[in-house]
């Protein structure tokens, strides 16, 4: 599958591009399978993922949880919690 | 019912007039203006936001407001890119024919927002150190009173 990633705010800075567009191999069904999957492409990913359960995620534009599941999406974004207001 | 991403800067006093303008069912406005708070070395901020879903995300929680209480209107503008102490961030507007449901209205949106809008703030110090703003957990307990039946 493939689908365009996003990163935001210090995500964005470890890793080092604001966004990406990646083959997933099969497997990989939820986001918490693309983060696992993510950290062993380079050590500049498994930085910006070392604090487990930090990074926040949203599937085309929309919150959602670790467990959700990732087929059929467009764009998915991975960011710190929001800090707005 | 509104909501706006903007580099510029906002008039509280012009954006109240243009939301008001020929209505005479409202009765109550509650205006909250959040601004860049110095201090602790902070000499600038820089605002980044995830543009599309950002609009998406502040429309969705004036959607929801608007569902709890009866509102005449509302408005959100929130800034976008480099701040100083004392700046404007963030502007909510609520208008109802009663004040309970402004003020409340305000306070939800504001509430939601800091939880759910895709926003992250950058802090740089005198020396230009940069840091970026951890989330409050307050922020999310804040939210969270919110949480259950709605209160119209």
């Known amino acids: 599958m493939t689908v365009k990633l996003l990163y935001f705010a210090w995500v964005r800075e470890k890793i080092g591009k604001a966004e990406e567009i990646v083959d997933l191999p099969a497997g990989v069904a939820t986001v918490a399978d693309l983060v696992a999957w993510l950290k062993e492409q380079g050590p500049e990913y498994a930085e910006a993922f070392a604090r487990p359960g930090v990074v926040r995620a949203a599937i085309d534009r929309r919150h959602v949880q670790p467990a959700a599941p990732i087929a059929g999406a467009r764009e998915i974004a991975l960011f710190p919690p929001v800090t707005g207001g | 019912m509104a909501v706006r991403v903007q580099r510029e800067d906002f008039d509280v006093g012009?954006?109240?007039?243009?939301?008001?303008?020929?209505?005479?069912?409202?009765?109550?406005?509650?205006?909250?203006?959040?601004?860049?708070?110095?201090?602790?070395?902070?000499?600038?901020?820089?605002?980044?936001?995830?543009?599309?879903?950002?609009?998406?995300?502040?429309?969705?929680?004036?959607?929801?407001?608007?569902?709890?209480?009866?509102?005449?209107?509302?408005?959100?503008?929130?800034?976008?890119?480099?701040?100083?102490?004392?700046?404007?961030?963030?502007?909510?507007?609520?208008?109802?024919?009663?004040?309970?449901?402004?003020?409340?209205?305000?306070?939800?949106?504001?509430d939601y927002l800091k939880t759910r809008a895709p926003f992250w703030k950058k802090e740089l110090d005198a020396d230009g150190q940069e840091r970026w703003v951890e989330a409050r957990e307050s922020d999310d307990d804040a939210a969270e009173r919110w949480a259950g039946a709605p209160n119209r």
Do not use: C
Not at chain 2, 39 to 67: F, N
């Open chain 2, 14 to 110: 012009a954006e109240v007039k243009r939301l008001t303008a020929g209505r005479t069912d409202i009765g109550a406005i509650v205006t909250f203006t959040g601004t860049v708070r110095g201090g602790s070395g902070v000499a600038a901020m820089t605002l980044e936001h995830y543009p599309g879903m950002t609009e998406q995300e502040l429309a969705r929680v004036e959607a929801e407001a608007a569902v709890r209480w009866p509102l005449q209107g509302s408005l959100i503008v929130h800034r976008v890119g480099t701040l100083r102490p004392g700046d404007n961030i963030v502007l909510v507007v609520t208008a109802s024919a009663h004040r309970q449901a402004a003020f409340d209205a305000a306070a939800f949106l504001m």
